[in-house]
T-cell receptor, first 114, second 110 residues
Framework: DTEVTQTPKHLVMGMTNKKSLKCEQHMGHRAMYWYKQKAKKPPELMFVYSYEKLSINESVPSRFSPECPNSSLLNLHLHALQPEDSALYLC?????????????FGQGTRLTVV | EDQVTQSPEALRLQEGESSSLNCSYTVSGLRGLFWYRQDPGKGPEFLFTLYSAGEEKEKERLKATLTKKESFLHITAPKPEDSATYLCAVLLGGSYIPTFGRGTSLIVHP
């Protein structure tokens, strides 16, 4: 099973709303990632969790707040977003540090900020 | 300067017209190279992992090869359903986090 599950698939939110994106994997992977992808661009790394600890934050604005409740789950909490934050948000996982293996991606959440 | 460069940016083929996509990297110490396929509005789908120069992997009409400085994704007799963006990602230096190229958008016309 190489599945990474993301919910919801689509989300429309206002600039004053608070919402959360969820990601789950059961492959025993110890690294989990959030990426942001705009149309016709490659995925852009936002956050990396390694062994449930935040190891990389690519200077992401504080209106995006990641959380890793356990080794299988990853959340991205959204608050006071801007229209330019509209994008496809991708979760991925891989075996983690010292393991040179591929990452598997979820199907993404299409976020629209109005 | 991009560490991972994919070419061409876009490619249009007729059904059955074989071609190759390129992924080159400018730094040494490659620890792994990955190919993904991405359909519009979907997450990248993993295709292949390559680790060593000379290594080859195949899946249906796709074949990935690796040299010391680049990788090729060969598409043999493509069909319209092969239309997608193909992304290359590499593990460089001491990082386990892949660095992505900008992708090649492939359109196969019937």
């Amino acid at each position: 099973d190489t599945e990474v599950t993301q919910t919801p698939k689509h989300l429309v939110m206002g600039m004053t709303n608070k919402k959360s994106l969820k990601c789950e994997q059961h492959m025993g992977h110890r690294a989990m990632y959030w990426y942001k992808q705009k149309a016709k661009k490659p995925p852009e790394l936002m956050f990396v969790y390694s062994y449930e600890k935040l190891s990389i934050n690519e200077s992401v604005p504080s209106r995006f707040s990641p959380e890793c409740p356990n080794s299988s789950l990853l959340n991205l909490h959204l608050h006071a977003l801007q229209p330019e934050d509209s994008a496809l948000y991708l979760c991925a996982s891989s075996q983690g540090p010292a393991r040179d293996t591929e990452a598997f991606f979820g199907q993404g959440t299409r976020l629209t900020v109005v | 300067e991009d560490q991972v460069t994919q070419s061409p940016e876009a490619l249009r083929l007729q059904e059955g017209e074989s071609s190759s996509l390129n992924c080159s990297y400018t730094v040494s110490g490659l620890r792994g190279l990955f190919w993904y396929r991405q359909d519009p509005g979907k997450g990248p789908e993993f295709l292949f992992t390559l680790y060593s120069a000379g290594e080859e992997k195949e899946k249906e009409r796709l074949k990935a090869t690796l040299t010391k400085k680049e990788s090729f994704l060969h598409i043999t007799a493509p069909k319209p359903e092969d239309s997608a963006t193909y992304l290359c990602a590499v593990l460089l230096g001491g990082s386990y986090i892949p660095t992505f190229g900008r992708g090649t958008s492939l359109i196969v016309h019937p």
